[in-house]
């Protein structure tokens, strides 16, 4: 495959998308659903980084002392909850009072999203592999080499009825030891030729275990921007979306393989 110009792997974006310039909560030191909001519509990391920072920033590095202290190990929900419960709750907004049911598919059934007719070579998942870095001071594209971040996880899902899933996977690299959380944002695909296309956001949730209790964080009441961008193939299986503007930031996808299913056992 033809690696585009000008690309990092692996997420390594020094420009937020500006479809979700949402602003971070920043007074209540806390992270909740203002965050999870503007991280839904982020396809670089650098973007989360933003959503991230101030107030639960400095709540999540509370809780990251804590845990570590404690000595428990990445994958122990129950040691984080165990030890370290009541800096763990004092760091995330609590879970709704009445809980919010998970939307498995957001694709599927009579409530899913519709847009325009999608082209069959863009149905399918998409895996974030690369991103551009714009130099914002020259307003060219400069490469710099940074250090790559797989503590988040990118994907596109596509419908033919014009339905999309963005979604980013925070582990506890980044949220605390036992808290993992699935942050999805879902819509209608509006392609307008065979260069253009546009997400426009409706809904989304934040799914997983925080502070050893699964929680659904609904984000219907967040308010979702879109995003409006070019689209190219450089083969089969590389999505090219970039951001029409000064920066013209790029963002490359490589569609998810399936994995072969296991053949069954000889008798």
């Not at 594209?141 to 971040?149: C, F, K, M, N, S």
């Amino acid at each position: 495959m033809r690696p585009l110009r000008l690309l990092v792997p692996l997420l390594m974006s020094a420009a937020a998308l500006p479809a979700a310039a949402q602003a971070p909560r920043t007074v209540a030191g806390v992270c909740g659903r203002t965050n999870w909001v503007c991280v839904a519509e982020c396809i670089d990391a650098e973007c989360v980084d933003k959503c991230m920072r101030e107030g639960c920033e400095d709540a999540l590095k509370r809780l990251k002392a804590c845990t570590s202290k404690a000595a428990c190990a990445p994958d122990d929900s129950a040691c984080a909850a165990k030890s370290c419960g009541l800096t763990c709750e004092r760091s995330f907004e609590p879970a709704p009072k009445s809980p919010e049911k998970l939307v498995t598919n957001p694709c599927e059934g009579d409530k899913a999203p519709k847009g325009t007719a999608v082209p069959k070579e863009l149905v399918g998942t998409w895996v974030l592999s690369a991103a551009s870095i714009p130099d914002t001071d020259q307003g060219q594209e400069e490469r710099i080499d940074v250090q790559p971040r797989s503590d988040y996880a990118r994907a596109l899902q596509v419908t033919p009825e014009g339905c999309f899933v963005l979604r980013t996977k925070l582990d506890d690299a980044t949220l605390g030891r036992g808290s993992t959380l699935d942050v999805r944002a879902w819509g209608r695909v509006e392609v307008k030729d065979k260069k253009h296309l546009a997400l426009r956001t409706q809904d989304g949730q934040a799914v997983g275990p925080v502070c050893g209790k699964q929680r659904v964080v609904p984000l219907s009441q967040g308010k979702f921007k879109g995003g409006e961008f070019t689209y190219a193939f450089e083969e089969e299986d590389s999505l090219v979306l970039t951001v029409p503007g000064a920066t013209r930031q790029t963002f490359q996808f490589e569609r998810e393989k399936q994995e072969a299913p296991e053949p069954p056992p000889k008798p």
